[in-house]
């Protein structure tokens, strides 16, 4: 591979290295202006952005009103994600090679195993928007409710995972009601999910434009699939993680037409597969000894999932792991990075707002919520305070096993 070729198929990556560069470099050049807090955080305080929140809170009303429903959306949400992810759980664990993993770090790097790759500007934009609209519903809707702000600014995780803060008055937030707290510290989280829907709807509609009006067209979809050990894809060395763009010299639109395509191979037949480079790998199908049937032809799988051919059904293929890649028909390259920005928006605020909402590892403001909404049937504090610490712990449990990690540990149990 060339040194070109290299830059060209990495270039998210290394847009996503240079960016974690010159945070570093940011944080080292202004050292002194950042406390560290933790070990881990690098805090810059300021009042950025406090006479903007000082008037926005004067709208008491209509923030009453946004932050009580916030409260609602909060525990209901809460609520809701533990009713679909127990028994997601339940599914990962019986299943951990076949079952994605319900939580992935989102970061502008791609090809890690483990983690949601974006492209290094869409998260950038992304985090910081929301990252900032985030600390700022947080800053009026305490200021409406008469609690003061000491300070305000941004940070970093790590040096280089970007974060942004208020801080209030904490004896003035003590003494808020447990109504006014909840107000505050679910409001945030409230504005991503808002954010991320409006972001949702814009994205549906621009799209559907685009569409009618024969901007875009769409490419091949593109299939990754992998080699089971044994299988004859294996045996030819074919590589994980394969791209596959045409199947016998025909390209796909979607996951029917490539079901189409594999359903006359036969045992003993050649299959062709090319990638998304132009590399053609011809392997031969053979008679799968797992089905009784003389019609069923086998290549491989990974991860469980079947690239067969069988004349009485289809073969299987994850369709989250099939994209189909809009390309340009016309100069309208703004509109549709455009587009892509609405759908990344979308995926990381609700992301966002909904991970901030559970109680987990004693970071998040979901933390706090459950904190407070315990003490309304908790009056002891040493006993608040025990429960509190019992649901946090058993929750970042319970979320780490959700991730990729679960899906490894589980897998090595099976």
Known sequence: MSFLSFVYSNENNIGALILVLIIIAFVIVYRKRFSIEGKVLFIYRSKLGLKVMERISKYKRAINVYSTIGVAVAFGAIAYMLYLLIPYFSLMFYHPTTTLAAFYPVLPFNGIPGVLGVPVLYWLIAIILLVAVHEASHGFVALSKKIKLKSSGFGFFLAFLPLAFVEPN??????????????????????????GLIAFGLYILLSNFLISAGLITFSPLILHIGSAVAGPAYLMHLPQNLSIVKINGQSFYSATQALNLMRGVQPGQYVNLTNASGTVFSIKSVFSTTINSSTHSYIGNFTGVFLTAVKEQPFLINPISSTAFPTSAWNSQVLYWID??????????????????????????????????????????????????YIIIAFSIFVLLLTPLGSYLFALIK
Do not use: H
């Open 340 to 389: 892509g920005l609405l759908l990344w928006l979308f995926l990381i605020g609700l992301g966002l707002g909904l991970a901030n909402l559970l109680p987990i590892f004693y970071i998040t403001d979901g933390c706090k919520i459950v904190n407070v909404g315990l003490s309304y049937v908790i009056k002891d504090k040493k006993r608040l305070m025990a429960a509190t610490n």
């Open 170 to 195: 904490e004896k003035q937030f003590e003494k808020a009601s447990k109504l006014n707290k909840l107000r505050v510290l679910s409001a945030g989280s409230f504005t991503n999910i808002i954010i």
